[in-house]
Each structure stands twice: as C-alpha cells, then as structure tokens.
C-alpha cells in the first residue's frame, strides 16, 4: 500500500477540519505563508527575472516589484506576530493590495518579454494565481470570507476522504490483479 498517498490524504482530511473549526487561524497560517512567499517572489525578482531583458524599464519596474514584494511580505510575516488581531486585517488588505499591484507590473513585464520573443506562460498563469489570491484575501476580513473558508475546508474534508478511499480501493485491485 502507498503509505503516503493515505498520509496525503490524511493531511487534507486534517487541513479542511483546522479551516472548518479554526478559519482565524487558518487565515493567520495562510497570511504568514503569502509573507513568506512573497519574500521569495521578490528574491527571484532580484536575482534573475529583472535580468531576463536588458531593457532599464524592464530592470527598474521588476526590482521595484521585487523591493515590494520583500516589503509587505516581511510585514505579513512579522507584524502579525508583534501586535493584536486588528493588525490581521490590516496586514490581509495590504497584501491583497500587494498582489494586485505586483500581477500589474508582471503583466507589464509579459508585454515586454512577449515583444522580446521570451516565453511568458508561467508567469501569465502567476498573474491570474495572484489576482484570484487577492479576491479572496479582500474577502476573508468579512463574514463572507470566514464562511467562504468553512465551505472549502468542508470541500477538502471530502476530497482528503475520497482520496484515502480511492487509494485504498486501487491498492485492493491491484492485489487483486497480482497473485
């Protein structure tokens, strides 16, 4: 038996309980986790996407995009931490902003890479990733967002069960085939 596909199964099952049970604190997870990766984002900026196209506005705008980026996520990750839940929402709305305005600046550098021939999917599909991210981090705040959050752990807890059963099932008929 795949041991780690029921662990995986396991943790999604677990996952959506802490979401249906505990949504403040999954946001606080989850808002930590967005700091942590936009502080990584920003270091990709700065290391290699700004030197993708020897172009200054391309530079300035992904270094820019990239110093942003550093920025909020070290508020997300560290200001929460150091003061009262009020700083949650505040630190969720900054952030939702974060990713809008850095989706704008990576379309901008898709229509720079796109003119220079250098291929931009991935990052089309990181702009689309970061605006849907910021719809729901503008909605989390609200009461709408909470039961937005208990609806998808609830949709998780089935699929961590489905997924369990599922693997359980294909590991019998495999058996099954073998002798």
Do not use: H
């Not at 997870?29 to 700065?46: D, K, R, T």
């Not at 020897?54 to 820019?64: G, I, N, P």
Request: overall charge positive; some cysteine; aromatic content about 14%.
């Amino acid at each position: 038996m795949k041991v780690a596909y029921i662990i995986i199964g396991g943790l999604f099952v677990l996952l959506g309980l802490v979401m249906i049970f505990t949504p403040e604190g999954f946001v606080s997870a989850f808002v930590v986790c967005l700091g942590l990766m936009a502080i990584f984002n920003g270091v990709i900026n700065l290391v290699s996407v700004r030197n993708m196209l020897d172009d200054a506005d391309f530079k300035r705008a992904f270094t820019l995009r990239a110093v942003f980026n550093i920025v909020i996520g070290l508020l997300a990750v560290i200001v929460p931490i150091a003061v009262a839940s009020v700083a949650w929402t505040v630190i969720v709305y900054i952030l939702a902003a974060q990713l809008l305005i850095s989706s704008f600046i990576e379309l901008y550098g898709i229509w720079k890479m796109s003119k220079s021939g250098i291929p931009y999917g991935m990052y089309l599909f990181e702009v689309f990733i970061s605006i849907f991210l910021a719809i729901v981090l503008f909605a989390i705040p609200a009461t709408v967002g909470i039961t937005l959050i208990r609806l998808i752990g609830v949709l998780i807890v089935f699929f961590g069960i489905g997924w369990v059963i599922w693997n359980l099932r294909s590991e019998n008929k495999k058996n099954e085939i073998t002798p």
